[in-house]
């Protein structure tokens, strides 16, 4: 079987020197949260990476279309179309493409002291559920400005950049449903639909008997504050 790591048709890829992520990691204003590489694979036909003693940096791979797979602490997971997840620095693991219906990924290998916190919030695979608002597009759009910045020079200034902006890209997967919101104005249109998602995600959790706090945790708001938005 072909097993490949790179080299796709139409492919973006970009890799940062050593001393432009130390440089990163050591500036106030990144140091949290800072890309090591960045690209995007269409259709990876045959593509494979298996790391047996694992990465340095920590890894969000989306799938945009098609299918993959990855392998984490001996476990299989598939990853359909509109998924995503994220792995662990220094573990060992494998991941690649469908043999069938090859996937379409964009990819960031990032470190930094968010890195553990980000990892643990977002274990498994994960939906990006093409229902109401998505926002899809626009973040496959912004993924494709940072790649775009990536491909620029290198200054200080453009490193900064990346950097903060995966702080913003990254929190569109950690709450998606805010990140839907965030398009509407304060209207009553903006209050229908945020009803509409939490009444999604109650009925999809019914068994969990959730409470007024577990709502408001997961779409990021107060108590008092999600209380007035509902009732």
């Known amino acids: ?9 139409g492919q973006r890829l970009v890799v940062y020197p050593f001393f432009v992520v130390e440089e990163a990691l050591n500036n106030p204003l990144t140091s949290d949260l800072v890309v090591h590489s960045m690209g ?9 990476i298996s790391r047996e003693s694992g990465c340095g940096e920590y890894i969000l791979i989306y799938c945009t279309k098609g299918e993959g797979w990855f392998i984490l602490n001996g476990e299989k997971h598939i990853v359909p179309e509109n998924h995503f997840f994220v792995l662990p620095a220094e573990t060992p693991h494998q991941y690649g493409s469908s043999k069938d219906n090859p996937w379409f ?12 916190t980000i990892c643990e919030k977002l274990q498994g695979v994960l939906p990006i559920g093409i229902e109401g608002n998505s926002r899809i597009n626009d973040r496959i759009s912004y993924f494709d400005e940072l790649l775009n910045v990536m491909e620029s020079e290198i200054t200080e200034s453009t490193i900064v ?12 997967f950690l709450y998606v ?10 209207t009553k249109a903006e209050k229908t639909f945020f009803i509409s998602l939490a009444t999604h995600y109650m009925y999809e959790n019914i068994e969990n008997k959730l409470t007024l706090k577990d709502l408001a945790t997961y779409f990021g708001y107060s108590e008092s504050y999600f209380y007035r938005l509902f009732f």
């Open 1 to 9: 079987m072909i097993k490949i790591k790179h080299g796709f048709t």
């Open 40 to 48: 995007y694979f269409p259709k990876a036909e045959n593509h494979f």
């Open 105 to 116: 990924i964009y990819w960031v290998h990032f470190k930094g002291k968010k890195s553990e």
């Open 161 to 172: 950049y990346i950097n903060l902006g995966f702080n913003h890209l990254i929190s569109t």
């Open 177 to 186: 449903p805010i990140y839907r919101l965030a398009k509407y104005s304060n």
